[in-house]
């Protein structure tokens, strides 16, 4: 508290020996912070172009993937932050044998709370899901059932998986895969318009950059 209180002093001391109007023009003054900053931190800002469709079949077929993932992005959401509180105390766990025990009692309260509504989801759906969990997680669906499990469950999964045609070894990759590209076009549209709560990929890629690309290759083809 005294380091505070002497800091605070040091600040209004430089501020009465200076002209106000300097200090406006280089501080900005936060209403109910004791404390100036010279800037404000802002969320990145997209400029959207207009939705273009070279048929109406490549509109419908935009249109219902839109619809697809904005249903399943809140799942990949969800998942990602029990990821991240797993993670979070495991580190403060030493045994392994509790680590493992604690493990198991996250996975059954997860299966708990995604099976009955994954249940719910159709074929596509779920690779959607597949692969908006990489987004949000760097992992595959396949690599996260192993690390939690082990790999003969990953493997089963996997095999299960295959015969409604759903890989949950998918990654994500807006770079190289169009409709990839497509989901996050979607997903960054959703979050400027707050449909969807925003959580930042764990991927390293530009939305901007991928635009421009995507854009014009589609010319190329015209």
């Known amino acids: 508290m005294g380091f505070i209180c002497f800091f605070s002093l040091a600040i209004n001391a430089q501020v009465e020996d200076r002209p106000l109007d300097s200090i406006q023009e280089k501080l900005i003054i936060i209403e109910g912070d004791s404390l100036f900053q010279a800037s404000i931190a802002l969320d990145e800002v ?34 990602s932050e029990r990821l991240v509180a797993l993670n979070d105390s495991l580190e403060s766990i030493k045994s392994k044998r509790k680590k493992k025990k604690y493990t198991r009692h996250i996975q059954k309260f997860i299966e708990e709370e995604f099976s009955e509504e994954l249940k719910k989801l159709t074929r596509t759906e779920g690779q959607i899901l597949v692969k908006l969990i990489f987004r949000q997680t760097g992992k595959t669906s396949f690599d996260l059932v192993k690390e939690l499990r082990n790999g003969w469950r990953a493997f089963w999964y996997n095999t299960t998986a ?61």
């Open 162 to 222: 295959k015969m409604f045609k759903i890989s949950i070894k998918e990654e994500f990759s807006p770079e190289t895969v169009h409709e990839d590209y497509l989901i996050e076009d979607i997903l960054q549209r959703a979050f400027a318009e707050n449909k969807l709560q925003r959580q930042k990929s764990v991927l390293d890629y530009d939305y901007a950059s991928l635009t421009n690309k995507w854009s014009q290759q589609q010319k190329q083809k015209k």
């Open 46 to 79: 997209f400029i959207f172009g207009k939705l273009e469709f070279s048929s109406y079949e490549e509109k419908l077929r935009y249109y219902i993937l839109k619809r697809k993932t904005l249903k399943v992005y809140p799942y990949a959401k969800l998942a």
